[in-house]
């Protein structure tokens, strides 16, 4: 039988990111960032299975060459660490799972072996004795948690020197013993300046030269912070918008950037999440939409400043653009009432669902 390869990427810090910070968008986080791992699978190596912070991929009775296998290592870091950079860049949730989560950090063990399957429901399971030392490596002496990690059986197949270097790796030897058994292997550790990460552009604000078209305001008796929650959930969009659905990407935490789709008697408006500049102490959440009539652009934002420990008060403005004169017509005759009597009943049916929650 021939040898096979295993590969584990570990998000580190896991388990102290999600015990100290809110569990929702922390659970969110990691949701994207192995979808990010996954999706940098250039390898088409198979993934046997989801484990909380990490992902087990396998490629069956086949080692890649070094320079497939570092490439792959190389893409996976780079991805990882270009999607840290987006969320810190686009971030608009002041909870602590966004704003720690660029301190996560990754590594990835790869070691090789003659796999074994356990077949359930039509799914094949890797088992064994290397299955079980790969995942003991995770538990290792290296000092750091952002490094790769490849057992010297598998540095013999592909011929990777264990002092190979170059700009992304700087390889070392290390051993670690495990019941009794020693288990050498080659490591570096990744330093994320000298990857060529994605260049996200900074998210740009909008900026108004007249005041808000319209604007409403409506205390709450929560705190700021949780409302604002309330409001960046999409899940619970249509508990307080009445009839509307809402379509969203469900393990996305809210950040400028993000789009939903909402649907109102079958028309569907796309919007988009923006921010302008806000006031100092002021939480803000802000979106666009450009296919709702009678406007061209409706530009709305929620602005919410804490009054005491347990009450805010949140302003909500809206700026539009019309281009037509029928456009601005109707603005002038219906629509702007409308807006006001629809987004006064919603912020009502907010209020209510906060006080029964």
């Given at each position: 039988?021939?040898?096979?390869?295993?590969?584990?990427?570990?998000?580190?810090?896991?388990?102290?990111f999600?015990?100290?910070?809110?569990a929702?968008?922390?659970?969110?986080v990691?949701a994207?960032?192995?979808e990010v791992?996954?999706?940098?699978?250039?390898?088409?190596?198979?993934?046997?299975?989801?484990?909380?912070?990490?992902?087990?991929?396998?490629?069956e009775?086949?080692?890649?060459?070094?320079e497939?296998?570092?490439?792959?290592?190389?893409?996976?870091?780079?991805?990882?660490?270009?999607?840290?950079?987006?969320?810190e860049?686009?971030?608009?949730?002041?909870?602590?799972a966004?704003?720690t989560?660029p301190?996560?950090?990754?590594?990835?063990?790869?070691h090789?072996?003659?796999?074994?399957?356990?077949?359930?429901?039509?799914?094949?399971?890797?088992?064994?004795?290397?299955?079980?030392?790969a995942?003991?490596?995770?538990?290792?002496?290296?000092?750091?948690?952002?490094?790769?990690l490849?057992?010297?059986?598998l540095?013999?197949?592909?011929?990777?020197?264990?002092?190979?270097?170059?700009?992304?790796?700087?390889?070392t030897?290390?051993?670690?013993?495990?019941?009794?058994?020693?288990?050498?292997?080659a490591?570096?550790?990744?330093?994320?300046?000298?990857?060529?990460?994605?260049?996200?552009?900074?998210?740009?604000?909008?900026?108004?030269?007249?005041?808000?078209?319209?604007?409403?305001?409506?205390?709450?008796?929560?705190?700021?912070?949780?409302?604002?929650?309330y409001?960046?959930?999409?899940?619970?969009?249509?508990?307080?918008?009445?009839?509307?659905?809402?379509?969203y990407?469900?393990?996305?935490?809210?950040?400028?950037?993000s789009?939903?789709?909402?649907?109102?008697?079958?028309?569907?408006?796309?919007?988009?999440?923006?921010?302008?500049?806000?006031?100092?102490n002021?939480?803000?959440?802000?979106?666009?939409?450009?296919?709702?009539?009678?406007?061209?652009?409706?530009?709305?934002f929620?602005?919410?400043?804490s009054?005491?420990?347990?009450?805010?008060?949140l302003?909500?403005?809206?700026?539009?653009?019309a281009?037509?004169?029928?456009?601005?017509?109707?603005?002038?005759?219906?629509?702007?009432?409308s807006?006001?009597?629809?987004?006064?009943?919603?912020?009502?049916?907010?209020?209510?669902?906060?006080?029964?929650?």
């Amino acid at each position: 039988m021939s040898k096979s390869l295993l590969f584990i990427p570990d998000i580190s810090g896991f388990t102290k990111f999600v015990q100290t910070t809110e569990a929702e968008h922390s659970q969110h986080v990691i949701a994207e960032l192995l979808e990010v791992l996954i999706s940098a699978n250039t390898l088409d190596l198979e993934l046997a299975e989801i484990e909380g912070d990490a992902l087990f991929f396998y490629l069956e009775e086949i080692i890649p060459s070094q320079e497939k296998l570092l490439a792959q290592i190389e893409t996976m870091f780079t991805a990882f660490y270009s999607h840290l950079k987006l969320l810190e860049k686009n971030r608009i949730c002041p909870c602590n799972a966004c704003a720690t989560a660029p301190n996560l950090q990754l590594k990835i063990v790869a070691h090789t072996g003659e796999l074994q399957f356990l077949e359930v429901q039509h799914n094949r399971k890797p088992f064994g004795q290397e299955v079980i030392e790969a995942h003991r490596l995770l538990k290792n002496s290296i000092d750091s948690d952002n490094y790769v990690l490849i057992s010297k059986e598998l540095t013999q197949l592909t011929g990777l020197s264990a002092y190979y270097y170059s700009k992304v790796f700087r390889f070392t030897e290390g051993k670690d013993s495990y019941d009794g058994k020693e288990i050498p292997y080659a490591y570096s550790i990744i330093d994320p300046s000298k990857l060529t990460l994605t260049a996200y552009p900074q998210p740009k604000k909008v900026s108004f030269t007249d005041p808000p078209n319209l604007v409403i305001q409506k205390s709450f008796p929560i705190d700021a912070y949780e409302l604002l929650e309330y409001i960046t959930n999409y899940g619970v969009r249509d508990r307080w918008v009445k009839g509307v659905e809402i379509k969203y990407k469900e393990n996305e935490v809210t950040r400028i950037g993000s789009e939903h789709v909402c649907v109102i008697d079958g028309k569907q408006l796309n919007f988009v999440v923006i921010a302008k500049e806000s006031k100092p102490n002021e939480l803000q959440y802000g979106e666009l939409t450009t296919n709702l009539p009678p406007v061209d652009k409706l530009y709305q934002f929620f602005n919410i400043k804490s009054t005491s420990d347990n009450s805010c008060l949140l302003t909500v403005e809206f700026y539009w653009v019309a281009k037509s004169l029928v456009k601005k017509g109707m603005l002038f005759l219906f629509a702007k009432r409308s807006f006001r009597k629809n987004t006064t009943q919603s912020l009502e049916e907010l209020k209510q669902l906060i006080i029964n929650n």
